[in-house]
């Protein structure tokens, strides 16, 4: 339209005054509008979403927490060991990614929740150690082994995997694979070993916390990152005396981000497919997510998504939520059908935000649910309890 009014005025000499009494000006404006509405959608559906959930998270999507990173390259500059806690999806990964490639030291990350026995453990060391070493480059280390693993390569990809024989003495495999990261590396050339959900270690083997321990404490060239999401289980395993990791680095508890930051984060990149007040819609996320980075996230990824592909929806924040929540409501659905009475009582009050000493139940009994649901990761605790999932606590309210 802007190019139709510009070509009239070009091509017929018409001077502005005759331009507005020929065409009015509501209407050029109106057609002004219209042009700058059309590039501004055709702009955006060819970006990319600018919010990125379900996986590390690094780069552009990445939410500041500056400080956090800072601290975290500080401190594995030194010889000490560091502990981070925190709910699951609040972050500690993609945070501890973006703060060992800003420090650019060597580092292997393993997942102990994706582990099946200590073998797999094992294997899982060694495999991401041949990323950093080539094997040629220390096959003579390997010969040390007194169970000598199986190599092999993929042709296609180039990526190596590791395997132990089954039944072997699981002992002596982490025993080797440690003194073999610790043995490829000096002083001057100290590696990090990030090691996720740490609790999961007493389940791998209820003796291994002990294991480890004895071979951790004679290191000197590894920094370890505990990494670990149920509080309760990673306090008992740093904080209590008789357990062998007392006391074993520092302790760092990893919480919301500050809204003020997430608020700006979320303004700059929503302003870009949508017409309305920015912060008003910025607080109306946060207000719902209560600040959790990884929900927040999500919302605002179909926020963006609606606001490119639908531009005249009415309340993007309450059809991004509907979306969400019809989108996973069998899932909901399986989870619910799988909690006993207490447990959907306590939900359906905390979805409500309503009192859960009614008398219903015991304070013991609720108590005790609360610390299960926290274990299992469905209720958090921040300066309350709270449902981890906020699109879950939707669908309880609608279901109740």
Not at 162 to 170: E, I, W
């Amino acid at each position: 339209m802007l190019a139709k009014v510009l070509n009239i005025t070009k091509t017929t000499k018409l001077s502005s005054k005759k331009l507005l009494n020929t065409f009015g000006r509501n209407r050029i404006i109106l057609y002004l509008c219209t042009d700058y509405e059309k590039s501004r959608n055709e702009k955006s559906r060819n970006m990319e979403n600018p919010f990125k959930f379900g996986t590390i998270v690094d780069e552009e999507y990445f939410t500041d927490r500056v400080r956090e990173v800072e601290y975290i390259c500080r401190f594995i500059e030194s010889a000490n060991h560091l502990i981070l806690i925190s709910p699951r999806r609040f972050g500690k990964s993609s945070l501890v990614a973006k703060a060992l490639r800003q420090s650019r030291r060597k580092n292997i990350t393993v997942n102990l929740q994706q582990t099946t026995s200590v073998a797999d453990f094992s294997a899982k060391l060694l495999r991401e150690f041949f990323k950093i070493h080539p094997l040629e480059r220390v096959r003579h280390l390997i010969s040390h082994f007194r169970i000598i693993p199986t190599i092999t390569t993929n042709a296609l990809t180039g990526t190596m995997d590791v395997s132990f024989q089954p039944g072997v003495d699981s002992s002596m495999l982490i025993e080797d694979v440690m003194a073999l990261i610790e043995n490829a590396h000096t002083d001057d050339d100290r590696i990090v070993i990030v090691l996720d959900e740490f609790q999961e270690i007493l389940d791998l083997d209820p003796h291994l916390d002990k294991k480890l321990r004895a071979i951790m404490q004679t290191q000197q060239h590894i920094n370890y990152i505990l990494l670990g999401s149920q509080e309760s289980m990673m306090t008992d395993i740093f904080e209590k005396k008789k357990s062998p990791f007392y006391h074993f680095g520092q302790l760092m508890r990893l919480g919301k981000l500050p809204r003020e930051d997430f608020h700006h984060y979320l303004t700059e990149r929503l302003k870009s497919v949508y017409a309305g007040d920015i912060d008003e819609l910025a607080d109306r996320v946060l207000d719902y997510t209560l600040c959790h980075p990884y929900y927040t996230q999500q919302l605002a990824a179909n926020i963006w998504q609606i606001g490119v592909l639908q531009p005249k929806t009415e309340d993007v924040i309450a059809s991004a939520i509907d979306l969400i929540v019809t989108t996973h409501g069998l899932d909901y659905e399986r989870l619910w059908m799988n909690f006993n009475r207490t447990n959907k009582w306590i939900l359906r009050q905390l979805a409500t935000r309503s009192s859960l000493q009614t008398g219903e139940y015991r304070t013991s009994t609720i108590y005790s649910a609360l610390k299960r649901l926290q274990k299992e990761g469905y209720v958090i605790y921040s300066d309350r309890y709270e449902i981890e999932d906020p699109f879950f606590r939707e669908w309880i309210i609608k279901e109740s």
